[in-house]
């Protein structure tokens, strides 16, 4: 099943859930007022009283309320790049859906924190006879899961591959 998908359907089981979007991505429709910007940022939740909410493996559809009209916006996935609790911890990321403009941001923080994290331990030194292993030793921690959120405070963000 679509990672996205899975993500979106377990945070709206727990609430209010903003999602970001590029509105310039095929097949997204929104009010014309909001189709040139690079970003959109939305609500949904399961508890709003609206017509149509739909999720599959594409996308959502709903009809959402815009200055005071209705209107059935398509969110295809390949749109979203951003999705969490309003009210709650973390944020996941899915940089690969991100807008142009926002993807040398996302690739910047990703090096500055992997850069802080690579600074607070030690790097390991390879012992003799691995040497060239090194880097499957990265692609295998690569496919590690993330580590467990931090405990309450600011809200985090999470990076989805």
């Known amino acids: 099943m679509n990672a996205k998908r899975d993500c979106l359907e377990k945070l709206l089981a727990e609430g209010l859930v903003f999602v970001q979007l590029d509105p310039r991505v095929p097949?997204?429709?929104?009010?014309?007022h909001l189709r040139r910007q690079p970003v959109v940022g939305l609500n949904l939740s399961?508890?709003?009283?609206?017509?149509?909410?739909?999720?599959?493996?594409?996308?959502?559809?709903a009809s959402l309320s815009f200055q005071g009209q209705r209107h059935l916006c398509v969110l295809p996935f390949d749109a979203i790049f951003l999705m969490g609790l309003a009210e709650g911890d973390g944020t996941y990321v899915f940089p690969e859906s991100a807008p142009p403009e926002l993807r040398a941001?996302?690739?910047?923080?990703?090096?500055?924190?992997?850069?802080?994290?690579?600074?607070?331990?030690?790097?390991?030194?390879?012992?003799?006879?691995?040497?060239?292993r090194e880097d499957d030793e990265a692609d295998e921690a690569d496919d590690e899961p993330p580590p467990p959120p931090p405990p309450r405070g600011r809200p985090q963000l999470r990076l989805v591959k």
Do not use: H, K
Request: zero cysteines; glycine letters at 10%.
């Open 105 to 132: 941001r996302f690739a910047a923080a990703m090096a500055q924190a992997e850069a802080g994290a690579a600074a607070a331990s030690p790097a390991p030194t390879p012992a003799a006879g691995d040497a060239g």
């Open 46 to 61: 399961l508890n709003f009283r609206i017509d149509v909410f739909e999720i599959d493996d594409v996308g959502v559809r």
């Open 27 to 32: 097949g997204v429709d929104l009010p014309a």
